[in-house]
């Protein structure tokens, strides 16, 4: 199973849970100097003895950057604040008036790192000119620079830049839980690495999440090919794309892949062709799941494949031709497992198939989506998002951009099928599958192929033991 004990929030369920701390009797201030001083640390280690700036907004955010600068300050720290306004709360008030370092109103203090504190999570408009400039300003006037909460001007919960020209940062410091803007494109491109500060709340039970590594287990002690599952890998026009998709597979917890295809393929001797027609093979009820897509082809033989694969009883997973393809009236009597795993452009024709208007933000999208299809999506990319059609939501944490290279959702989609065919139910080996793909490419050298990428997942899949 994945981990769910890190929520990802959006803005509003992000102040509820605060609200429920104030309600049980903490303090705004207190919370404040909970999100503050966890902050400092990071920065702290970071400077390790240079200079800091803290540019300081009129809100909340700007109350924790103060907290932040009287933290570095006491410990002996080069600290400065850069106020952009004055404090236009109670709590950034309180913390103003703590703070004991120097405070400047000049965009020209120059220094080693930047802690940017002018505005967090919840803003829904541009920053105002004067509030551009002079993060602007101050941010080329560092070498390293620090977002905290979320970088300023940018949406929190649909992940966009509110303001064309926005700095980028180094690291980002989540304070209290993860907001969607952490993992979406295109603002998560700029935020470095990421790292989060628990202040105590309590998360929705029906929050989103971030995908954490998950654990699995060796077979059991009287396990055999079939108990660990039987994967049957749909072959089709091109075939190098499904015996990716299959290498995969073996790795990620399978026990028993069959590529079904014509006969004639090259293939590992460890790794079976059937050639029987499609539609005579799939009759073998010992199947745990079947995948289709890679290498399909879009012609009438692929259809015919396709329709065959949707109208067996087998849990099925959907990737590349087969997504394009795909219809609802080939869903219409479907009532087992889904999971589809489409890119942006998969998802636009998904989106136009299932006659969706495809409108706001990824998590949106796959969310409609997968209600439409009665399935799981993967809506894979730069950033990931998974959907359950009962309302579930997961994001994975950025991978490799070396992913970013033919062949690389092959293997991803066999991943995926490896960990349903295994047992796991169809949200979670989803989320597992994401999980593997990520770790195998962090294993893989730079410039790696896809071959090399499918080879990792064995190594990636150790790693949850």
Known sequence: MPSRSDPVLTAA????AEQELIAAGISVDALMTRAGRGAADYVWR???????TVLCGPGNNGGDGYVIAETIRARGGNVAVVAADEPA????????TNYQGAV????????DVLVDCLFGTGLTRPLSADHLSLLQRLAAGHAYRIAVDLPSGVDSDLGLALNRDLPDYHLTIALGAWKFAHFLMPVRAAMGALRLVDIGITPPAASAFAIERPHLTAPAADAHKYTRGLLGVVGGAMPGAALLAARAAQGAGAGYVKVLADPGLAVPADLVVDPTPLAETLTDGRYAALLIGPGLGRDGAARERLAIALAEPHPLVLDADALVLLAPRLLAERAVPLIVTPHEGELHALERAFDLDGAGSKVERAAALARALGG???AKGPDTVVAAPDGRIALGHRASSWLATAGTGDVLAGTIASRLAAGADPFDAACQGVWLHGEAARLCPPAFTAGQLAERVQAAYAACL
């Open 46 to 52: 970071i400077a390790a003895g240079r200079s800091v």
């Open 89 to 96: 709360t109670d709590a950034a008030q309180s913390a103003r």
């Open 376 to 378: 799981v999506v993967v």
């Open 13 to 16: 369920q992000m102040r509820a």
């Open 104 to 111: 400047l109103a000049s965009a020209e203090r120059r220094g």
